[in-house]
């Protein structure tokens, strides 16, 4: 069974610090892994993916994360907050058979960005 | 190029009742997943159609199900309505590459139900 668990419900910076959220998860076998975004009102945006081919993934909006099997995570990271980075993020986890897959959702990291 | 589209945005139902959400995929998409999200809580996968069948199934009641149309657009129906089944109901939209599986899950904006 997969599974996925981020370990901050809530994080506080300030603008122009670095930026941490962390995932680890469960996985039988070789995961595809995600990060999305998710602004108050509005549906789930894709920030990066890890499919295997590299472990250090680069998103959008300057995040990246790295991919890490022997600590089973898959932390993002952003050297410099933005306001506008205040958000809902979800690390997720990709299962299924050629039939299609299917997401599992960590709980959510809910950061705040103080001015 | 349109992404994945919900209707309706918004939507009040009483216990006991039926409601019918729906979802356009992006273009080029033919699978399409349906999620649940409850306040303050990770979306949960309801289930995925693909070529108009239902492929995969999570862990809700038969009150939910679904249909997808000829033109990849697809319907989820929920049934005797309970107040829990107030939540956000996302859809993702996604292609499947023969052989390689499916590609990466885009979401529309969801639809916000609220049961009373």
């Known amino acids: 069974a997969q599974s996925v668990t981020q370990l901050d419900s809530h994080v506080s910076v300030s603008e122009g610090t670095p930026v941490l959220l962390r995932c680890n998860y469960s996985?039988?076998?070789?995961?595809?892994l995600f990060w999305y975004v998710q602004h108050p009102n509005k549906g789930l945006q894709l920030l990066l993916k890890y499919t295997s081919a590299a472990t250090l993934v680069k998103g959008i909006n300057g995040f990246e994360a790295e991919f890490k099997k022997s600590e089973t995570s898959f932390h993002l990271t952003k050297p410099s907050a933005h306001m506008s980075d205040a958000a809902e993020y979800f690390c997720?986890?990709?299962?299924?058979?050629?039939?299609?897959?299917?997401?599992?959702f960590g709980g959510g990291t809910r950061l705040m960005v103080k001015p | 190029d349109a992404g994945v589209t919900q209707s309706p945005t918004h939507l009040i139902k009483t216990r006991g009742q039926q409601v019918t959400l729906r979802c356009s995929p992006k273009s080029g998409h033919d699978t399409v997943s349906w999620y649940q999200q409850a306040l303050g809580q990770g979306p949960q996968f309801i289930f995925q159609?693909?070529?108009?069948?239902?492929?995969q199934r999570g862990n809700f009641p038969d009150r939910f199900s679904g249909h997808q149309f000829p033109n990849y657009s697809s319907e989820l129906n929920v049934n005797a309505l309970l107040l829990g089944d107030s939540a956000l109901y996302l859809c993702?939209?996604?292609?499947?590459?023969?052989?390689?599986?499916?590609?990466?899950?885009?979401f529309g904006p969801g639809t916000r139900l609220l049961v009373l």
């Open positions: 996985s039988s076998y070789s995961p595809s």
């Open positions: 159609y693909y070529e108009e069948e239902e492929r």
């Open positions: 993702a939209s996604s292609h499947i590459i023969q052989g390689q599986g499916q590609e990466t899950q885009y």
């Open positions: 997720v986890v990709s299962w299924g058979n050629n039939a299609g897959n299917m997401l599992t």
